[in-house]
């Protein structure tokens, strides 16, 4: 895949004056000999100097791991530390930042050999609030050698995705659909996050679609489209024109990108583009979010940012879908009950039209024409469509949004994908989220989300709730125990 940032993080160590600098300098070369046993070495850096009080070292630490090219810094208290010296390291270093800290080694050596990087912590995380500084700090931040190298590790894909919000441009093509408020996007936020956005008409990606007919590269798209379909290609004829769209989307994303690394995209998709372009682009779509691009239905511009998010922590391909329709009861009781342990109203029914790559559908997945555009519209301008039935497996499914008034708000959820027949129609899957009734009243309504989640195809609730906490999201909702009541829950229920 594509279009998916991999940072190197480098590691300071810190230390205090009246500290033996030894203790630190050791304690990095532990923690980084063990991170190169356990995990891939390229992944970190380790600068060779060792910060005192002096700010002047602290400039020296910061241009040598600049040098080295590290977009993400790992301050690390090998003892107690310079809490104005390594502040000041993480203020003036640009990229996304961690903090962490040497434990005790032995009670053999508490005299000479104690750090106090336990109390260091304190005045670390209290100079960086004076600084209004972020840094990611672990949810237990000391530990040993091993210890800190998992936690370099769980940074990783928060470093990732910091990094990439930073060098993200999303690219639109024309308004939201009427009648479709749901999907509201202020713009101020994606400033504050360091997201770049450009907003074009439905009418100049018409323009260049049309300038693409004929484009000689179609062939060997239509090729590649029939080989990915195989027996599912149930509407060949439609080929050419989604070729020739999916060529206009991709050289549009080289010439737009412009200074940035990465990119999004949140597309039209009704009411006036099957008429025009007759056929839907949910195949399209399906097919570079499969690259590595991610496609958003409906102009979602948050909901492609979600999915950006979701392809970095999971380094994997993800799809954008409607949270949509109930389970059945007698679909419940036949396939559910007894066989996994989920309430009804656990399960819901995951779907959008079909913009799910195939990588991620069973086996019988199909090109069609979409069912409900084809209630107002003739069949042959609704074609384009993927459907099939989502391959079960674990699932996260997760928003980021800005609301009215430039909050941002989001939910992280972690569930699966029942191996059940939806007997349906679209990309879909019958999706059961622990405790899901609530969390839909309770966080989904009452916190006034659209109806659209982002979801990757693993467990990654921890990576994603870090990097909103990371970003300041105002309300971060997830699916609570039952043990834990939400603040607006009926007590006497």
Aim: overall charge negative.
């Amino acid at each position: 895949m594509i279009n998916i940032p991999k940072v190197k993080v480098g590691i300071v160590a810190v230390s205090r004056d009246c500290f033996p600098e030894s203790l630190a300098v050791n304690r990095r070369k532990a923690l980084v000999e063990a991170y190169t046993k356990k995990y891939d070495a390229a992944d970190i850096y380790e600068c060779p100097i060792c910060i005192v009080e002096s700010e002047i070292d602290m400039v020296n630490a910061l241009e040598d791991i600049k040098k080295a090219g590290c977009e993400a810094l790992c301050v690390y208290l090998g003892n107690f530390g310079p809490e104005i010296s390594e502040t000041l390291l993480a203020k003036h270093f640009e990229g996304p930042k961690m903090f962490c800290a040497a434990a005790e080694e032995s009670q053999a050596d508490l005299q000479d050999g104690r750090g106090d990087a336990y109390c260091g912590m304190l005045n670390a995380s209290y100079n960086l609030h004076l600084r209004s500084v972020k840094a990611y700090i672990p949810e237990y931040p000391v530990g040993d050698a091993e210890d800190c190298a998992d936690m370099i590790h769980d940074f990783l894909p928060i470093a990732n995705a910091i990094y990439g919000l930073n060098n993200l441009k999303i690219i639109t093509f024309g308004p939201r659909p009427h009648n479709f408020l749901a999907c509201n996007a202020p713009i101020q936020q994606l400033y504050n996050m360091g997201v770049e956005i450009q907003e074009n008409s439905e009418l100049d990606l018409f323009e260049s679609f049309n300038k693409h007919e004929g484009d000689a590269r179609i062939p060997e798209k239509v090729k590649e489209m029939e080989e990915e379909l195989g027996a599912g290609n149930k509407k060949p004829e439609i080929l050419a024109k989604l070729a020739q769209y999916e060529l206009t989307l991709l050289d549009w994303v080289e010439a737009n990108r412009g200074y940035r690394k990465y990119v999004a995209i949140a597309g039209k998709c009704w009411p006036a583009f099957q008429t025009m372009f007759k056929f839907v682009p949910c195949y399209v779509n399906s097919r570079l979010t499969g690259m590595g691009i991610p496609v958003s239905c409906e102009v979602d511009i948050y909901g492609c940012l979600s999915e950006f998010l979701g392809q970095i922590v999971s380094n994997d391909i993800v799809t954008l879908l409607d949270i949509n329709n109930s389970v059945p009861k007698d679909m419940y009781n036949e396939s559910i009950k007894g066989k996994f342990n989920y309430d009804l109203t656990d399960t819901f029914m995951g779907f959008h039209c079909g913009n799910t790559c195939t990588k991620k559908l069973c086996s019988n997945y199909e090109m069609k024409y979409q069912k409900i555009m084809a209630r107002a519209l003739p069949v042959e301008v609704t074609n384009g469509t993927l459907e099939g039935d989502i391959a079960p497996g674990d699932i996260t499914f997760f928003r980021l949004q800005s609301t009215s008034d430039n909050k941002l708000k989001a939910y992280v959820a972690e569930g699966e994908v029942l191996p059940v027949a939806t007997q349906s129609f679209g990309g879909i899957g019958v999706f059961a989220i622990p405790e899901m009734g609530r969390f839909y009243r309770h966080v989904l309504i009452e916190n006034n989300f659209p109806h659209h989640g982002a979801v990757t195809f693993a467990h990654n609730g921890k990576a994603l709730y870090e990097i909103f906490k990371y970003l300041g999201v105002d309300a971060l909702g997830y699916n609570q125990p039952k043990s834990l009541p939400y603040p607006t829950e009926n007590p006497f229920k």
